[in-house]
Nanobody
Framework: QVQLVESGGGSVQAGGSLRLSCAVS????????MGWFRQAPGKEREGVAT???????NYANSVKDRFTISRDNAKNTLFLQMNSLKFEDTAIYYC??????????????????WGQGTQVTVSS
C-alpha cells in the first residue's frame, strides 16, 4: 500500500511563505501522477497542483505564479512551495498519488492514494 506523509504546514501571515513536503513510501514518486489538494472548512476538496510522471505540471488558476510543485526523485518526496500566501489559502492540504497520467487537474475522486493532510492557516 502506497503511503504518503505530509509535513510543513503551519500558521503564517498573509504574504508569507511555506513549503509543504510529502514523503512517499512503497511507490516511486517519478512514476506516479503526484498532486496537492486542499479543503477549506465548509468547502469541497479542490486540486491545487499536480506533476505527472513526464514532469508536466498543472496548477489551479488561484495559485498560478504563487505556488510551485516539484519532486525530489532521490528522496522520493513531493514538495509544494507556497509564496505570497493569502487568507483564502487557509485549508488542510493533502498529498495524493495515482499511477495514471492525468492531463489538467484531476478531480479528487480520480486520485487513488492520499495522505492524512497538513493544516495551513494564513492570517490576514
Amino acid at each position: 500500500q502506497v503511503q504518503l506523509v505530509e509535513s510543513g504546514g503551519g500558521s503564517v501571515q498573509a504574504g508569507g511563505s511555506l513549503r509543504l513536503s510529502c514523503a512517499v513510501s512503497r511507490a516511486t514518486v517519478s512514476n506516479y501522477c503526484m498532486g496537492w489538494f486542499r479543503q477549506a472548512p465548509g468547502k469541497e476538496r479542490e486540486g491545487v497542483a499536480t506533476i505527472n510522471s513526464d514532469g508536466i505540471t498543472n496548477y489551479a488558476n488561484s495559485v498560478k505564479d504563487r505556488f510551485t510543485i516539484s519532486r525530489d526523485n532521490a528522496k522520493n518526496t513531493l514538495f509544494l512551495q507556497m509564496n505570497s500566501l493569502k487568507f483564502e489559502d487557509t485549508a488542510i492540504y493533502y498529498c495524493a498519488a495515482d499511477p495514471r497520467v492525468w492531463r489538467g487537474l484531476p478531480s479528487p475522486a480520480d486520485l487513488r492514494y492520499w495522505g492524512q493532510g497538513t493544516q495551513v492557516t494564513v492570517s490576514s
